[in-house]
């Protein structure tokens, strides 16, 4: 199994501002996953980060609005750049460990005003 | 990754099987059927997958149809705590290079007292 910590658990952020999100694992994994959920949605992948190489993007998401670093095997991060209302959203970390089960954060909650 | 259909809500009184739906008729020879649920403001929480037989593990049994084309979650005696979205997903088993998940719209289970 994995342990998964997100840094902030919650935020609310002003508009044209940007949010850095943390994720860290408790063990080494070689893929992390950023997923966002709109309200009253599902979840939907916005990339996939791997250790010392650029994140692999989901159509519709770009770069310039959600960077991700993956400077370790055990940590990411993903800003929400220049946020807008239609961020607001619960962006969750995932991982697989060992199994083939995927394992995810608390999530982190963002509400932009 | 093939695409599954669920009900969108069910309700189970406490104490009985809840047993919950998931139709995939277009699951390919290599793919399993996995089954997470979201508990209310938390990260989706692995619950089981399978192949072709059927499984069981201390938290639910997966029966899956022998044309695979269909499988049932049961959580045997279903408590309060197991109100929850639960998603069904098809997916290649532990396939590097594409060990995402797509998340349809789920189930709403719903624990009657």
């Known amino acids: 199994s994995a342990v998964i910590s997100q840094k902030p658990s919650r935020d609310i952020c002003q508009r044209g501002t940007s949010l850095t999100i943390q994720c860290q694992v408790d063990s080494q994994v070689t893929m992390m996953f950023w997923y966002r959920q709109q309200p009253g949605q599902s979840l939907t992948l916005i990339a996939t980060?791997?250790?010392?190489?650029?994140?692999?993007?989901e159509s519709g998401f770009v770069i310039d609005k959600f960077p991700i670093s993956r400077p370790n095997l055990t940590f990411s991060t993903l800003t929400v750049s220049n946020m807008s209302p239609e961020d607001s959203s619960i962006y969750l970390c995932s991982v697989r460990s060992g199994g083939t089960e995927a394992f995810f954060g608390q999530g982190t909650r963002l509400t932009v005003v | 990754d093939a695409k599954t259909t669920q009900p969108p809500s069910m309700d189970c009184a406490e104490g009985r099987a809840a047993n919950l739906p998931c139709n995939h008729s277009t699951i390919s020879g290599n793919e399993y059927v996995y089954w997470y649920r979201q508990i209310h403001s938390q990260g989706p929480q692995y619950i089981i997958h399978?192949?072709?037989n059927n499984e069981t593990n201390e938290m639910a049994s997966l029966i899956i149809t022998e044309d695979r084309k269909s499988s049932t979650l049961i959580l045997p005696h279903a408590t309060l705590r197991d109100t929850a979205v639960y998603y069904c997903i098809v997916r290649p088993y532990a396939n590097f290079g594409n060990e995402k998940l797509t998340f349809g719209t789920g189930t709403r289970l719903t624990i009657i007292p």
């Open positions: 980060a791997n250790q010392g190489s650029e994140a692999t993007y």
């Open positions: 399978g192949l072709k």
